[in-house]
T-cell receptor, first 109, second 118 residues
Framework: GQNIDQPTEMTATEGAIVQINCTYQ??????LFWYQQHAGEAPTFLSY??LDGLEEKGRFSSFLSRSKGYSYLLLKELQMKDSASYLC??????????WGAGTKLIIKP | GAVVSQHPSWVICKSGTSVKIECRSL??????MFWYRQFPKQSLMLMAT?????????EQGVEKDKFLINHASLTLSTLTVTSAHPEDSSFYIC??????????????FGDGTRLSIL
């Protein structure tokens, strides 16, 4: 079956750096996405990786290793507003998005 | 950028009521729309894929007679929860695929509908 694993919850301090990991086992691979979801709101797109390596976008970076079935989302200079759930999703061979359960990130002052 | 509008954002109603949720693509034609359900502290669960002009494709375990989907135009899909019961209370989110978009952003999400059945 298809499976995406990410930690349930993480805690970090304002101004610090946090890395959220995601491992996946899917039938085919056509890209990996990270979304941010604040409580009670719909997900918003953060990043996309289809080739191995690091994609940097401001304070957020995302890394992919296809051979390891692994990705991480790196958040720098954490702000209180970064408190949210972060969802990892993989587009499989049918171009369907398979969603992880999300990682709830708690930022403390 | 592409915008998806979902309405209503919040519904509270009595058990047995049918509730219709609308999902509109505002500046692009969406041949495919997706309906998700999300229970508290859980992941997005795909309920069905809505294809313009044809029947929706439901995921395993989703009752098609209970969750009626209509995608009659390229900009509108509706989800009707028929005879809703308290266990149907959830956060329902739609998304649409813009055929013209690049592969790095396959779906645009609506703001979601919080459904509470008393």
């Amino acid at each position: 079956g298809q499976n995406i694993d990410q930690p349930t919850e993480m805690t970090a301090t304002e101004g610090a750096i946090v890395q959220i990991n995601c491992t996946y086992q899917t039938s085919g691979f056509n890209g990996l996405f990270w979304y941010q979801q604040h409580a009670g709101e719909a997900p918003t797109f953060l990043s996309y990786n289809v080739l191995d390596g690091l994609e940097e976008k401001g304070r957020f970076s995302s890394f992919l290793s296809r051979s390891k079935g692994y990705s991480y989302l790196l958040l720098k200079e954490l702000q209180m507003k970064d408190s949210a759930s972060y969802l990892c999703a993989v587009k499989d061979s049918n171009y369907q998005l398979i969603w992880g359960a999300g990682t709830k990130l708690i930022i403390k002052p | 950028g592409a915008v998806v509008s979902q309405h209503p954002s919040w519904v509270i109603c009595k058990s047995g009521t049918s509730v219709k949720i609308e999902c509109r693509s505002l500046d692009f034609q969406a041949t495919t729309m997706f309906w998700y359900r999300q229970f508290p502290k859980q992941s997005l669960m795909l309920m069905a894929t809505s294809n313009e002009g044809s029947k929706a494709t439901y995921e395993q375990g989703v009752e098609k007679d209970k969750f009626l989907i209509n995608h009659a135009s390229l900009t509108l899909s509706t989800l009707t929860v028929t005879s809703a019961h308290p266990e149907d209370s959830s956060f329902y989110i739609c998304s649409a695929r813009d055929p013209g978009a690049s592969g790095n952003q396959p779906q645009h999400f609506g703001d979601g509908t919080r459904l509470s059945i008393l």
